[in-house]
C-alpha cells in the first residue's frame, strides 16, 4: 500500500510539472549560421527553443507573437530541477487561447515624456546589513513553482511598503541576446526589490526566492552572470534593445511600480510612467505567485 501510494504521489508530482505553461511571445531570435533552433523569449521571462526543422511550430510562434496572443505551450526534455542555472527547455506544442490584450485601469500610466523609471522616488536607505536581514526575513517564502518574477517582486514591494513603509526600488538585469545566444540561457530578464543600506556602497537586492540572505548588487549579478560580465547601467530600455548583440546584460532601476518590462519600455518609448499600485496588477501577482487563498486588500 505505501509502495503504491509513493508512486501515485510520483505520477502526481510529474504531471504537474508536465502541465502546458500560459505565457505569450516577446520576442523571436532566429537562426544564425550553423544554428539549429529558434529562440523565443516569453512574457513570463523564460526563453525556450523550437527545432528550425518544425516548419509550422516556428510559423504559430510567429503568429502567436504578431498578434500577441495568449497561448499554452508544452515542453520537451522536462526536468523536475527548477535551479538558476538549468539548460532552458524545447517547446513541443503550442495552443492558442486568446489574442486579446488585458486591459489595464486608467490610474495605470500617467503622461511625462522625459521621465526615468526614478524619476520623483526615493528608494529607501536602511541603516545597515543587519537591519535588511530583519526586514528581508519577513518576506512571503511561500512562493509558487512557475511563478514569476514580476509576480513575486511586485507583492513583496507591495508587503514592503504596506507593512513597513519601505519603499523598495525594483533592480531589472536583462540577459542580451550575445549572453542567451552565447551561454544557452534560460532566462532573458529577471527582477527583485531593492534597497540602499548606509554601510554599503551599492544598492542591496532582496530576493527572497534564490537567497537566503540580502545581496549586494554584484553578488546578486553574479549568481545569473555564469561570465561575471559587468552590466550596463541604464535608464532607458530602449539601450538594452538597441545594444543586445553588443554587450551581456543590462540593469535598469526603478521605483516599486513598474510591473512587467512593457511598463518601461512604455515610459521610454512613449513617456508613461506609473506613480502607484494597480489594484488589478497585485491580484494578478498574488494569484501568480503566493500560495495559499488571496486575503490581503488591495483597492
Known sequence: MKKLSLLALVALSFSAFAAPIETSIHKILAPEKGETEYVILATDGKVYDIDAKDEELVDLAYEAMETNSTITIDLNNLSIVNGIMNRRKGISEIQFISNEVPEFAPMDVEFAPGDTPLTGYTVSTLADMNTAKRYFSTMQGATKWRSQCYNRAHVWSYEMKTDHNINTGKMWIFFSAKYIKEYKYKWWFHVAPYVQVATEREPVVLDREFSRVPQRLTDWKNVYMKNNATCVNTENYTTYEDNTWNEYCFLIQSSMYYWQPFNLEN?????????????????????????????????
Not at 277 to 286: D, T, W
Open 267 to 299: 515610459l521610454d518609448k512613449e513617456g508613461t510612467t506609473k506613480s502607484g499600485f494597480v489594484s488589478n496588477e497585485l491580484k494578478r501577482a498574488y494569484s501568480n505567485a503566493i500560495k495559499g487563498r488571496y486575503r490581503r486588500d488591495v483597492d
